[in-house]
């Protein structure tokens, strides 16, 4: 092999390694901000129709029990939760004992929410103070949108490549080991991206058929990419049609995972 096929063969192997690659480091980026890294004491608090969330927490935990205060309409909320015991719950506001119930999310969530019942008779200006606080990876829609926007950058950015690098280069019977490694990889990565973002064990969704799924279209592209000169056009389709497919399930399952959908 030529050093010029030498370099186009490495350009051709690059790309679904490279998706790979960025997509387990968007996953080490969103565990500083993932609710199933939150065990230090309580996930969030919601009352009188807003959510204090744990950004907004100041924590201690001891043990099993654990206490957050946080100020609130001009008095400190002060709120005890008690593991494993999610619904073990103790409020005071302003020296008030107020009703209370802990519970923990249905996935992903390592610290429960507190409702705190009877609300604390907040003004309009105080709720719309607390609702511009919540960061915009604690809403409802924010992960969900970052999540689409970043598979679509990556589709963008694997079809441009695509288009630049031109045909591939035949690998022979490396071709289909290339292949099968490149899917192992990319299923090994789903795996990857739950133990770093889940309190729970990840193989539930990386042996879904889903995953399977897409770890297949990385492998296949990659024995797509791998083979002889071919339709640029044709490789540019497929390289984008791969990507979507696994980088919307890789979101999917950090998302998950990471407990932003409960």
Known sequence: ???TSARRTGAWLAPPVVLVAVLLGVAALVTMVA????TDGVYQVRVDGIVI????LSCHRAGDAATCVVPVGGQELEVTVVWPDPGSCAAVHGGREVPCTAVIGDYGHASPTVLVDGGLGLSEADRAGWRDAVPWWRTSDGPLIAGALLVGLLVVASAVATRLLGGG???GRWRIAAAIGTGLLGLAQLGTIGLVTAAVSPWTLV???PSLVAATALGVWQWS?????GGRWGRVVFAASATAVYAAVAVFVLLVQGGFID
């Open 1 to 3: 092999m030529t050093i």
């Open 35 to 38: 609710p199933s890294k939150v």
């Open 53 to 56: 969330t744990t950004e907004s």
């Open 169 to 171: 280069v035949g690998l």
């Open 207 to 209: 042996l879904a058929p």
């Open 225 to 229: 990419a791998a083979g002889p000169n």
